[in-house]
């Protein structure tokens, strides 16, 4: 499974930005996706995640501004941003697991290489 995250830049705060997953080498559709992100001097940590039936899960933070998606047909999962805001600021890496507890990073057996999205105040 290869996994690919694109679509971060640089945004003022209250902007948004859509992030993007893209897989190969796989089943696509048979896989959890989950979204994890690590500021500067700070652990990684969960954002968002889809299962393979489109079930939703967000961490507090995000839970009114980010949406997930997955477009199963482009092997894509998306994280759309909306009102970001400094804090947002980290390196947002997209992962793929066929297993449970979406939000803890040591289920997702494949990662990306992760895209940079900064928010400026």
């Known amino acids: 499974v290869q996994l690919q995250a694109f679509g971060g830049g640089l945004v003022q705060a209250g902007g948004s930005l859509r992030l993007s997953c893209a897989a190969s080498?796989?089943?696509?559709?048979?896989?959890?996706v989950g979204w994890f992100r690590q500021a500067p001097g700070k652990e990684r940590e969960f954002v968002a995640a889809i299962s393979w039936r489109t079930n939703t899960y967000y961490t507090d933070s995000v839970k009114a501004r980010f949406t997930i998606s997955r477009d199963n047909a482009k092997n894509t999962v998306y994280l759309r941003m909306n009102s970001l805001e400094p804090e947002d600021t980290a390196v947002y890496y997209c992962a793929a697991t066929r297993g449970s507890l979406l939000y803890r990073e040591s289920q997702y057996a494949y990662w990306g290489q992760g895209t940079l999205v900064t928010v400026s105040s």
């Open positions: 080498g796989c089943t696509f559709s048979s896989y959890h």
